[in-house]
């Protein structure tokens, strides 16, 4: 990742599932894994915080807090991570209009805290063909009303791999700032996500072609 020109490494040390059977990730010890991989390969680290008692922990090892998507609208949440003065991800809810989402952030900026990013990652449909439906309106119009930096997550927002390269490309020509994409050595193995995991030389044709585009736009 670090090679192919990623900036930041956005992992999971605490993974709300909808199952509770299923994988809930390594808690305090997946926070110490990303800290060693920020050491090691200068990658900022991102990861989500679900309660308050865990952002404490989240604040302590990553750069940026993750709000998630089943989070957006837990206000005593935002309120509390606002005053821990991480920058915050703040992911789009799965029913979420714009409007919420935009005063969700606000709930941040309120509270005092400046560095806000936001992310469209799907909102729900009736269509089970892709797993979210991506909302890429939401870019423009986003950058129309608000000065906060926003970026895509195709792999949620489609939950297919191969759509998440042509999807990112969409995504950039939108308007995004940034692009937030999952990827694994051996997606088959993964125990979450894998279906939407780009393998590395899939991320690496992302990330030439993706700089290549930025050339075109700017």
Same mark, same amino acid.
């Given at each position: 990742?670090?090679? #192919? ?17 299923? $994988?809930?990730?390594?808690?305090? %010890?997946?926070? +110490? ?14 990861? =989500?915080?679900?309660? =308050?008692?865990? #952002? ?6 990553? @750069? /940026? ?9 837990? $206000? #005593? ?22 409007? =919420?989402?935009?005063?969700?952030? !606000? @709930? ?6 400046? @560095?806000?990013?936001?992310? !469209? ?5 009736? @269509? ?6 991506? %909302?890429?309106?939401? /870019? *423009? ?43 694994? *050595?051996?997606?088959? +193995?993964?125990? &979450? %996500?894998?279906?939407? &995991?780009?393998?590395? %030389? ?17």
């Amino acid at each position: 990742m670090a090679a #192919a020109g990623v900036r930041m490494l956005r992992a999971g040390a605490f993974k709300p599932r909808t199952s509770p059977y299923d $994988f809930q990730g390594l808690g305090l %010890d997946g926070l +110490k894994i990303l800290r060693q991989a920020r050491a090691q390969y200068g990658l900022a680290v991102v990861t =989500e915080a679900m309660d =308050e008692s865990g #952002a404490e922990q989240v604040a302590e090892y990553a @750069d /940026v807090i993750q709000i998630g998507a089943r989070n957006m609208q837990n $206000f #005593a949440l935002l309120r509390h991570v606002a005053g821990l003065g991480k920058p915050v991800l703040l992911k789009r809810g799965p029913s979420a209009t714009i409007k =919420e989402w935009l005063l969700a952030a !606000e @709930d941040l900026l309120a509270g005092g805290l400046h @560095d806000v990013m936001l992310c !469209e990652r799907g909102v729900r449909s009736f @269509d089970t063909a892709t797993r979210n439906l991506l %909302d890429l309106s939401a /870019v *423009p119009l986003i950058r129309q009303m608000s000065h906060l930096p926003i970026l895509v997550d195709p792999s949620h927002g489609t939950g297919r791999r191969e759509l998440v390269l042509p999807m990112s490309r969409a995504a950039q020509a939108s308007g995004a700032h940034g692009l937030l994409v999952e990827t694994h *050595p051996r997606p088959e +193995k993964a125990l &979450s %996500d894998g279906a939407q &995991s780009l393998y590395p %030389d899939q991320l690496r044709q992302l990330a030439a072609q993706t700089r290549a585009l930025a050339a075109v736009l700017a």
